[in-house]
């Protein structure tokens, strides 16, 4: 028998992915996205980790 200890209504834990070889393409898009008003920071304590899907002829856009 399993038992585990949940504190109600916490958020899950997530690990940061590290992915220094695109990190500043990835900040670069996450600036222009803001500015633009696409996304927004969040103020929320739950937050899930952001990937970026490469186009086929390699464009992160």
């Excluded at 990835?26 to 600036?31: G, S, Y």
């Amino acid at each position: 028998e399993n038992v585990f200890s949940t504190i109600p209504h916490s958020p899950p834990a997530f690990r940061p992915h590290r992915n220094p070889h695109n990190r500043q393409e990835t900040q670069r898009l996450i600036d222009e996205f803001l500015e633009a008003g696409i996304i927004q920071k969040p103020n929320s304590p739950y937050a899930a980790p952001g990937f970026i899907v490469p186009r086929k002829d390699n464009r992160p856009d």
